[in-house]
């Protein structure tokens, strides 16, 4: 029973990094009036355990807990989609920003990530830290 006690709570402590780092992406995406397809939290390669649409965005959990993401209309693979690439760009896609918008979209998740560090080390010092006069 304490295996699967600790095991739910890594799965839950994980999942809200998870939701954290793609709420960097996802807001600044719909800040800047980008199109977000999809926001999921852990993948979901042929079925989804739950999901729900929500405007024009897919908000959903997946089944294998390795992570998350947030699918933005427009951040393409030059590689593999030789198609889109052909179309021109809308108003509402990644790849219609400026530079300085789609960087900022880019590196939300790794913001959020250093701002949650540094919540959890300010609190983690407000309880167990040692008062100096």
């Not at 990094?17 to 800040?31: D, N, Q, R, S, Y």
Request: charged residues 20%.
């Amino acid at each position: 029973m304490e295996i699967l006690i600790k095991a739910l709570q890594l799965i839950l402590s994980l999942s809200i990094l998870v939701i954290l780092h793609e709420l960097g992406h996802f807001i600044p995406a719909k800040f800047f009036k980008t199109r977000v397809d999809k926001f999921y939290l852990f993948f979901n390669p042929w079925f989804s355990l739950y999901k729900i649409k929500r405007k024009e965005t897919e908000y959903g959990i997946g089944w294998i807990p390795l992570g998350g993401y947030v699918k933005i209309s427009g951040m393409i693979d030059e590689s593999i989609d030789k198609e889109q690439m052909k179309l021109p760009p809308q108003p509402w896609e990644y790849r219609s920003k400026t530079t300085w918008q789609r960087l900022i979209i880019i590196t939300g998740g790794v913001i959020m990530n250093l701002i949650l560090a540094m919540c959890i080390y300010a609190m983690l010092l407000f309880v167990f830290g040692e008062k100096y006069l």
